[in-house]
């Protein structure tokens, strides 16, 4: 692959945007590239223009970009269908969205296979149960009947690779594969794109914006700012020398499971232990905030019941952290929400400031609405789209009996200056803010609450390593001034151990351990704390290296066994 001075503009109105801006850069088989940056930064548009996505769109394509030598720009699209699949495929960041939802993972990549190779329907289901099979599906021949909504996200991701790899191709793009993915899921993704790659000769473009995914699999690093190359190199150079500020800005935003402990980013950092916070351990007698004793919560699923929490036992202290991580399924958001009462526990007490709320009733809630709040994973669904931030900012205080307009108005503001918004955006839609503002603006409602505990779920999963550290450090700014305790509920152990005084690690529905941050990172008891730990990207390729080899030695895990 060859790119040559490559420009990407749009003109969405009457202004035209430049995505990309001379661009240049060309990969080898069997090599690995990287595009690393913030969102915005044009890296999924370079992705897109290397198989002519943008033709028809209304963007305007120049430079250069010729792939096995095939000039993209020129060629004609019987010859970008022929170069699409069979030469270079691309794997795209949301597999549910690139599935057809009503037909079987098998049969979409079988018709793949036979629309590059005129096979036979049966050759062509025989190639798909192999690719299936090649990229750890288990029971391939049976799983290729299933349909999307059957797979995890981690197996949907493995499906669309293995669509990916039906034809052999000799370039391999990938826009974000393992974005928001559980740590062990992406590990299993980043060891098995490695392996494809030595194994077939094939080259990979990974277009990603977390750098430790880079580092764990790609020789050469292109890092992008403003669709413009700000350093390029050799990754451990690049990443363990870096030459230009924007790239050392870049690094130091992403949090590090080894190093030392601080809280809070941004330059406000402080060592666990400082003074107006918990050290860690139990909480002092009277300074129990929460507490929750042998917490279930049961949910039917056809003719069967499913334990999706099952006899949780854990504290929270007045100003205190308490970081919860786990895969997807571990019950980490299930548990959340039943701590601040949005669900109610099948069985077990939960006690808020000494009082029993577990069982309460709503209207004896009512007084302790205000002091529990909840900052959801996914800003977007949780705002409405139809109603202005400032009036969603606004919902807790109408809620709590302010009718004052001018007095709602004027304390919006307050607080969507306080999260680092621009006050006069009240009047804006959802729509018009980045992920960040839309994530702040989430803070913001639920600080007009007044409360003394928030639960975030997820709250960074989705961001770039940037603006998950300005949203981490604006927490930490936060619980500091207002003395507000945090539940923060992440896969993300790296982001948990930054953010947390002490963490609960959860497994199918169990808290498995539980301990300061130190004891947890530096001296995991539980083999699954051990192989989440592995399974976190380093940013040294040597020690990613060494990591992936491990990985290979661990012992298995074993499966919760439950009656049914």
Request: aromatic fraction near 4%; glycine fraction near 10%; proline fraction near 5%.
């Amino acid at each position: 692959m060859e790119v040559d001075g490559l420009t990407v503009d749009f003109a969405p109105g009457e202004e035209t945007v430049r995505a990309v801006d001379g661009l240049s850069f060309s990969l080898a088989a069997g090599r690995a590239i990287g595009l690393v940056g913030e969102s915005g930064s044009g890296k999924s548009t370079v992705a897109g223009a290397l198989l002519g996505l943008h033709r028809g769109t209304g963007a305007r394509v120049g430079g250069t970009v010729r792939v096995n030598g095939t000039d993209v720009g020129t060629a004609s699209d019987r010859e970008l269908r022929a170069l699409r699949g069979a030469v270079a495929a691309m794997v795209f960041q949301d597999p549910l969205s690139s599935l057809d939802p009503y037909y079987a993972v098998g049969d979409q990549i079988a018709e793949v296979y036979r629309v590059h190779t005129a096979a036979t329907r049966r050759a062509a289901r025989a190639r798909a149960v192999e690719v299936l099979d090649r990229v750890g599906i288990p029971d391939a021949a049976r799983r290729a009947d299933a349909r999307p909504h059957e797979f995890s996200g981690g197996m949907r991701q493995r499906a669309l690779i293995a669509m990916a790899l039906a034809c052999e191709p000799r370039l391999l793009i990938a826009d974000e594969p393992t974005t928001a993915l559980d740590v062990t899921v992406q590990a299993q993704i980043l060891d098995l794109l490695h392996d494809l790659r030595h194994e077939t000769g094939m080259g990979l473009l990974l277009v990603t914006h977390d750098v430790g995914v880079a580092a764990e699999s790609v020789d050469e690093v292109l890092v992008m700012r403003h669709g413009r190359e700000v350093e390029r190199g050799p990754v451990a150079e690049v990443l363990g020398a870096p030459r230009e500020t924007y790239t050392r800005a870049l690094l130091s935003a992403v949090p590090r499971v080894d190093g030392p402990v601080v809280r809070g980013s941004g330059g406000t950092a402080e060592a666990s232990g400082a003074p107006g916070r918990a050290s860690g351990g139990a909480s002092a007698v009277g300074d129990v905030l929460i507490e929750a004793v042998d917490l279930r919560r049961e949910f039917r699923r056809g003719r069967r019941n499913v334990n999706a929490v099952d006899g949780v036992s854990l504290t929270v202290g007045a100003g205190e952290t308490l970081g919860i991580v786990g895969e997807s399924g571990s019950g980490k958001t299930t548990l959340g929400r039943m701590l601040v009462r949005l669900l109610d526990p099948t069985e077990g007490r939960l006690r808020y400031r000494g009082t029993e709320i577990g069982a309460a009733p709503e209207k004896q809630l009512r007084p302790f609405r205000r002091e529990l709040q909840m900052i959801f994973q996914d800003p977007v669904s949780s705002l409405n789209p139809r109603r202005s931030v400032g009036e969603s900012v606004a919902d807790p205080l109408r809620a709590a009996g302010v009718l004052d307009e001018d007095r709602i108005v004027g304390r919006v503001r307050e607080l969507l200056e306080r999260v680092g918004l621009d006050p006069d955006r009240y009047d804006r839609y959802p729509h018009e803010f980045s992920g960040g503002q839309r994530q702040r603006v989430g803070i913001a409602r639920a600080l007009a609450a007044e409360p003394r505990l928030i639960v975030c779920d997820e709250p960074v999963s989705a961001l770039d390593v940037t603006t998950q550290a300005q949203v981490t450090a604006l927490l930490a700014e936060l619980q500091r001034e207002l003395g507000l305790a945090l539940v923060f509920i992440a896969h993300d152990l790296a982001v948990v151990r930054q953010v947390s005084d002490r963490v609960a690690v959860m497994r199918h529905g169990r808290i498995v351990e539980q301990g300061t941050v130190e004891e947890v990172y530096g001296a995991p008891s539980d083999p699954y704390t051990r192989q989440l730990l592995a399974a976190v990207p380093a940013l040294d390729p040597v020690l990613a290296a060494e990591r992936r080899a491990a990985r290979k030695t661990l012992p298995p895990v074993a499966e919760k066994v439950t009656a049914v």
